[in-house]
């Protein structure tokens, strides 16, 4: 995707699929303010690795294509 689309969309991929799945576990759970962001805080140190690997591959894209 990086090679085709250039890295914004490919990072763009990953970062939306996260967003889309802390708003709907917040909304299916109804947590207030203070639990969705508990939820948000945990969501992202479980996803650091893989959104990390997103910019790494990337990243190596990048570096083949120049």
């Not at 689309?5 to 759970?29: E, K, N, S």
């Not at 947590?31 to 948000?40: E, H, K, R, S, Y």
């Amino acid at each position: 995707m990086t090679l085709r689309y250039g890295w914004g969309a490919a990072v763009l991929l990953p970062v939306l699929a996260l967003a889309a799945m802390i708003g709907m576990t917040w909304q299916d759970a109804g947590l207030d303010m203070a639990g969705g962001i508990g939820l948000l805080r945990e969501a992202l140190v479980l996803a650091a690795p893989i959104l990390g690997g997103a910019v790494v591959g990337i990243l190596l894209a990048l570096w083949r294509r120049a």
